[in-house]
């Protein structure tokens, strides 16, 4: 979870984590530095969260990389302080998993969220249309470890859509996504 001065949203997204009530989870909370009462908020969850560091980092790019560093999980999830999950992310992960066990990425359905107007609407992931635009969402990615291996991490050139570039890089590496039928990940719009 890389955050920086978003205290109420942290609160939020790792509570939706936590709330999955899943013994194999591992949190690792990545913050650049923040001054808003960030700091505190993790403190309240140093019981569950396995990693956590604050300092200035190079941005959203290094903060993903050294999250997804400081945990060993065979699936990793990215998900930023602004974006929660469902009441059952897990448990729709799992399903999927057993379902079709060789996925390298499972991709999940997202909703996003506008928190000014409390409207929200739903977006399902297409591989065919990543050529022409960002059909993957990576709050609803999980990630076999292995896939950081293949493709490398995300790109510090981008401060933007590095995860678009991550996915398409992904695509040219020929790992096996696997769609998963659910909502995965709430995303609020807005944010960097």
């Known amino acids: 979870v890389p955050v920086l001065n978003n205290k109420n949203g942290l609160r939020q997204c ?28 993790i403190s309240d969850f140093e019981h569950v969260i396995a990693y956590t560091e604050s300092n200035q980092d190079r941005g959203i790019s290094d903060a993903f990389n050294r999250g997804i560093k400081a945990t060993t999980g065979e699936l990793v999830a990215v998900l930023n302080s602004d974006d929660f999950w469902t009441g059952c992310t897990i ?9 079709n066990p060789v996925g ?12 000014s107007t409390g409207r929200s609407y739903l977006r399902s992931p297409d591989l065919r249309r990543m050529e022409r635009r960002m059909n993957l969402f990576h709050p609803a990615l999980f990630v076999r470890r292995s896939c ?9 050139d981008y401060q933007f859509a590095m995860d678009a570039d991550w996915c398409h890089r992904a695509m040219k590496s020929n790992v096996r996504f696997a769609f998963v039928d659910g909502v995965l990940a709430n995303m609020v719009l807005g944010g960097k």
Do not use: C, N, P, W
């Open 14 to 41: 790792l509570d939706s984590v936590i709330s999955q009530q899943y013994e194999h989870l591992e949190i690792a909370v990545i913050d650049g530095g923040s001054s808003d009462g960030t700091l505190e908020v």
């Open 91 to 99: 448990k729709i992960l799992l399903e999927a998993i057993e379902r």
């Open 148 to 156: 950081y291996d293949q493709v490398g991490m995300y790109s510090e």
């Open 104 to 115: 390298d990425i499972y991709s999940g359905q997202i909703r996003f969220v506008d928190s």
